[in-house]
């Protein structure tokens, strides 16, 4: 794993972190799983009791551990959503057809949820030409400071939406709480389709698209003051 550490209080807060990359295994670690409400397991707590790291730890230099952090964020925060995205969306458009398989083809409901798709697709081909143009901007060394926050707030807004969308597709079944794994059409799993227990999973998780990796409203900040500066 590897831990912010404060190792200078001397100068700026910024100044003063150390980057230690280390073996979790360390005697005095405690993990702690965190069940989010979306049930996954993503997020643990991390207790240190009388660690102690080799000095072979530090990456880098010794108090400038902030640079490589914001250097890591940077590919964090956006640069490649369209992909994800896209297969979402396909996901999703086979859900509707599960969804409304039998009904008439001019269905109010369906018509609806299929401008809300042609509305989604719109945007990520947008999002897909936006992240095209970072990425031949930085093959030719031009780097564009806003681009990763501008990629964090639109892609994570999206995410977003469409599992929003895959809650209204799959309607009432997104009440039920079961494991994806466990839809395998039998009578214990009351053959639910798979997207639509996924789908409230997938919108509880996706809560926090807009806080991880440094919160919209931060990214909004850093766009706004970046371009009321030039």
């Known amino acids: 794993m590897f831990c912010l550490v404060r190792t200078d209080s ?3 807060p910024q100044q003063g972190i150390s980057f230690l990359l280390f073996d979790i295994k360390l005697p005095g670690i405690t993990i702690r ?3 989010s409400i ?10 240190f009791d009388d660690v102690h790291v080799p000095a072979s730890a530090l990456l880098g230099e010794e108090n400038r551990g902030w640079t490589i ?5 940077v590919h964090e925060r956006g640069g490649s959503y369209s992909p994800m995205l896209r297969a979402r969306l396909a996901r999703l458009h086979q859900a509707l057809e599960q969804a409304f398989a039998g009904r008439p083809k001019d269905d109010a409901e369906r018509g609806d949820l299929l401008r809300r798709l ?6 990520i081909d947008a999002l897909q030409a936006l992240e095209q143009q970072v990425l031949a901007g930085r093959i030719r060394g031009d780097e564009q400071p806003i681009a990763p926050s501008i990629g964090k707030l639109l892609g994570s807004e999206l995410k977003q939406l469409l599992t929003e969308i895959g809650v209204l597709i799959a309607g009432p079944y997104v009440a039920a709480r079961l494991a994806p794994a466990d839809c395998a059409g039998d009578d214990t799993a009351l053959a639910l389709p798979e997207d639509a227990v996924f789908a409230m ?3 509880l998780n996706d809560r926090a698209a807009s806080i991880y990796a440094g919160t919209n409203e931060v990214q909004r900040n850093i766009i706004a003051q970046h371009l009321l500066a030039n």
């Open 10 to 12: 001397s100068g700026k």
């Open 33 to 35: 799983p965190i069940i």
């Open 38 to 47: 979306s049930g996954d397991h993503e997020l643990n707590q991390v207790f």
């Open 69 to 73: 952090a914001k250097y890591l964020l």
């Open 118 to 123: 042609a509305d989604a697709q719109c945007r």
């Open 201 to 203: 999973g997938a919108y």
